[in-house]
């Protein structure tokens, strides 16, 4: 918004900016997300092949993913009630949950990838509202320790799977892209620990580059060195909480073809959930898909359609596992209300 030359804009005008961005953004992912699904679905040979990989499926690999899913869903939980005991936050572990599968339901149907963080923080405010800072606090380490093991799992297959992306030369040269971009985060994240751990965060200048950030970091650093345990336990459970979310998707690949490998699958999923969680489409809508579609086509030999109807599919299992929030939802706004 341009500014008047003379007279300060009004306060309500201020308040106006960051509202009128973030529609306008809304409003860019909703036509990137459109835009993608009639490029991934208009072309008639692939939606014949995903016609065709529906009819010769074998639905009870359906089975495996959504228990795999589950697993992944329940160690989140686990993980998320580890951080609040960390904070002091004592929540009973059937109010943890609801409030776990509520955030999920949220996530299947608000943009971005956070907005069932922001309502499970939400209501744990609500419940505990003499300590709302942990309730924030505990979400914010669950976010930055999956991070972590994220970009540390990516730097490892793109090191130890070098040849088979290099297979490929676009996704060679992307996953080259993608590798340097982690490490670069790797580094930012470790360099913040030991300014954190040396106590020299206080110390930066005023204009150090990204020193507000290095900052916020500082704070969830610093809670993880004082609960050292906890915080190692929850950096644990967190690599075999994504590896069953991987394998979501490789259950989900099996009953569609055969072409896929646990080790093929775990090797593209950083980079899939990594690109899918930027604020790029709806939730990763679209992206996701083309995503799939070409590093299975281009690593694995999947006829392209497959791909697509793979991260449909697994976005469903885990639509399911969301379900139970929509109901946990309902029963709070019941009780609210007195119904």
């Given at each position: 918004?341009?500014?008047?030359?003379?007279?300060?804009?009004?306060?309500?005008?201020?308040?106006?900016?960051?509202?009128?961005?973030?529609?306008?953004l809304?409003?860019?992912?909703v036509?990137?997300?459109?835009?993608?699904?009639?490029?991934?679905?208009?072309?008639?040979?692939?939606?014949?092949?995903?016609?065709?990989?529906?009819?010769?499926?074998?639905?009870?690999?359906?089975i495996?993913?959504?228990?795999?899913?589950?697993?992944?869903?329940?160690?989140?939980?686990?993980?998320?009630?580890?951080?609040?005991?960390?904070?002091?936050?004592?929540?009973?572990?059937?109010?943890?949950?609801?409030?776990?599968?509520?955030g999920?339901?949220?996530?299947?149907?608000?943009?971005?990838?956070?907005?069932?963080?922001?309502?499970?923080?939400?209501?744990?405010?609500?419940?505990?509202?003499?300590?709302?800072?942990?309730?924030?606090?505990?979400?914010?380490?669950?976010?930055?320790?999956?991070?972590?093991?994220?970009?540390?799992?990516?730097?490892?297959?793109?090191?130890?799977?070098?040849?088979?992306?290099?297979?490929?030369?676009?996704?060679?040269?992307?996953?080259?892209?993608?590798?340097?971009?982690?490490?670069?985060?790797?580094?930012?994240?470790?360099?913040?620990?030991?300014?954190?751990?040396?106590?020299?965060?206080?110390?930066?200048?005023?204009?150090?580059?990204?020193?507000?950030?290095?900052?916020?970091?500082s704070?969830?650093?610093?809670?993880?060195?004082?609960?050292?345990?906890?915080?190692?336990?929850?950096?644990?459970?967190?690599?075999?909480?994504l590896?069953?979310?991987?394998?979501?998707?490789?259950?989900v690949?099996?009953?569609?073809?055969?072409?896929?490998?646990?080790?093929?699958?775990?090797?593209?999923?950083?980079?899939?959930?990594?690109?899918?969680?930027?604020?790029?489409?709806?939730?990763?809508?679209?992206?996701r898909?083309?995503?799939f579609?070409?590093?299975?086509?281009?690593?694995?030999?999947?006829?392209?359609?497959?791909?697509?109807?793979?991260?449909?599919?697994?976005?469903f299992?885990?639509?399911v596992?969301?379900?139970?929030?929509g109901?946990?939802?309902?029963?709070?706004?019941?009780?609210?209300?007195?119904?």
């Open positions: 918004m341009s500014q008047m030359p003379v007279y300060p804009p009004a306060e309500s005008s201020r308040r106006e900016v960051p509202k009128l961005g973030q529609h306008l809304t409003v860019l992912q036509l990137v997300t459109v835009g993608l699904l009639w490029w991934l679905f208009h072309d008639p040979l692939r939606r014949i092949t995903i016609w065709k990989a529906l009819q010769t499926a074998d639905w009870r690999w359906m495996a993913a959504l228990a795999s899913a589950g697993v992944c869903e329940f160690l989140g939980i686990l993980r998320w009630q580890l951080f609040l005991k960390m904070l002091h936050l004592r929540v009973r572990f059937g109010e943890v949950t609801r409030l776990f599968f509520i999920a339901f949220f996530n299947q149907f608000l943009p971005g990838t956070t907005g069932g963080d922001v309502v499970r923080v939400i209501y744990l405010m609500r419940d505990h509202p003499e300590n709302k800072t942990a309730g924030f606090l505990s979400v914010a380490i669950d976010r930055l320790l999956a991070v972590l093991v994220l970009v540390a799992m990516g730097l490892g297959f793109a090191w130890t799977r070098g040849e088979w992306f290099a297979s490929s030369f676009a996704v060679g040269n992307a996953m080259k892209v993608f590798a340097i971009v982690l490490f670069v985060i790797g580094v930012g994240l470790i360099t913040s620990f030991f300014l954190t751990s040396r106590h020299l965060v206080g110390r930066l200048p005023a204009r150090f580059p990204l020193r507000e950030q290095i900052v916020k970091l704070t969830l650093w610093r809670l993880c060195i004082e609960n050292r345990t906890e915080a190692l336990l929850g950096a644990l459970y967190t690599v075999p909480m590896l069953a979310y991987f394998a979501a998707f490789y259950f690949a099996l009953a569609f073809t055969v072409k896929v490998t646990f080790l093929d699958m775990t090797s593209i999923m950083p980079l899939v959930t990594a690109i899918s969680s930027l604020p790029i489409s709806l939730n990763g809508i679209g992206v898909e083309a995503l579609e070409q590093l299975l086509s281009e690593l694995c030999g999947v006829p392209q359609g497959t791909g697509v109807l793979i991260s449909i599919t697994g976005m299992v885990y639509m596992w969301g379900l139970p929030g109901l946990f939802y309902l029963e709070r706004i019941r009780r609210r209300y007195g119904k």
